[in-house]
């Protein structure tokens, strides 16, 4: 059987919660690597799921509200990151932010690419795309990386900047387009020059196998999760509904496993749920008296959930 204290500390292991914090680039390179897809920051309101963070990963512990310089000391280890093309920063959730809210390891994006890319990746963007991500994409597209000045010089001075930074962000947000950062300054180049390979791929790659492979990784992350975490941390990728149908295939498949924990029932990869070491008791304090009725009444009251 498995307790919630085992599972908090094998996650603790996994995420560098246990006061061994990410501090060189070779060690962010490969946890990214193995984590596959993560969040920037912590994100527990928004997100209701167990999951692993950069930004605490960089620290070494747990913490839900990082301060400015624990982020920009994981920044700095990321941008080193993101250069090596081995990993890339994503804006899943729209925030009119440079900072990524996601990471991705670059053998993952064509899941990704599959899921919320344009399969004409190639062409500049169609639909119902607005005329200033269209110009901003062919901008790139014949010139090649620039800042976001340069590009609101570019498309017409009559262009706010802040309308060219949302039109960066749109495109981010599709895949069409990924920051580039440097020392005080970040361009923008097109995702079909930065990763073309990736790209083509995505477009090859069906939507519920990419989900699979997403669910798997998260699961491998999370070592066990419910099916509602399952669905809050994957919410930017798919609708719950259709995750919930991924879920249960691969679970009618037996490429899923469940576990009981209190009245919750986890998943998990089958075959892949670790050993999870003893949790010893706390020693009872020595002939101690037995609290009263008003003592108990006490600490009820002032318990911490």
């Not at 901003?136 to 802040?162: N, P």
């Not at 495109?171 to 073309?196: E, I, M, N, S």
């Amino acid at each position: 059987s498995l307790t919630s204290q085992q599972l908090i500390e094998a996650r603790a292991a996994l995420w560098h919660h246990n006061a061994t914090p990410i501090l060189t680039l070779e060690e962010a390179a490969s946890w990214v690597a193995t984590t596959g897809f993560l969040l920037f920051l912590p994100r527990r309101q928004q997100l209701r799921a167990p999951s692993p963070t950069f930004v605490e990963a960089t620290m070494g512990r747990l913490e839900h509200t990082p301060g400015r310089p624990e982020i920009e000391n994981a920044l700095s280890i990321a941008h080193r990151l993101f250069a090596t093309g081995e990993a890339f920063p994503l804006n899943l959730l729209g925030t009119l932010n440079e900072e990524p809210d996601f990471l991705i390891a670059r053998d993952r994006l064509p899941w990704l690419l599959s899921l919320r890319g344009d399969r004409n990746w190639k062409a500049a963007p169609g639909g119902r795309t607005s005329p200033l991500n269209v110009s901003v994409w062919k901008l790139l597209d014949e010139q090649g990386e620039l800042t976001a000045g340069e590009i609101r010089s570019g498309v017409g001075r009559d262009v706010s900047e802040a309308s060219v930074r949302r039109a960066l962000i749109d495109l981010w947000g599709t895949l069409r387009v990924f920051p580039r950062y440097h020392d005080g300054d970040t361009t923008w180049a097109l995702a079909k020059t930065l990763c073309p390979k990736e790209c083509a791929k995505g477009t090859t790659t069906s939507q519920g196998a990419a989900l699979s492979l997403f669910l798997a990784d998260y699961l491998r992350s999370a070592i066990a999760a419910t099916e509602d975490e399952i669905a809050s941390f994957l919410s930017p990728l798919a609708s719950r509904s259709r995750l919930r149908e991924v879920l249960h295939a691969l679970t009618a498949t037996r490429q899923l496993s469940t576990i009981p924990l209190g009245p919750n029932t986890l998943y998990y990869v089958a075959g892949e749920l670790p050993e999870f070491p003893e949790i010893a008791a706390p020693e009872p304090a020595a002939e101690s008296a037995a609290p009263s009725s008003q003592e108990t009444e006490s600490v009820s009251e002032n318990a911490t959930p």
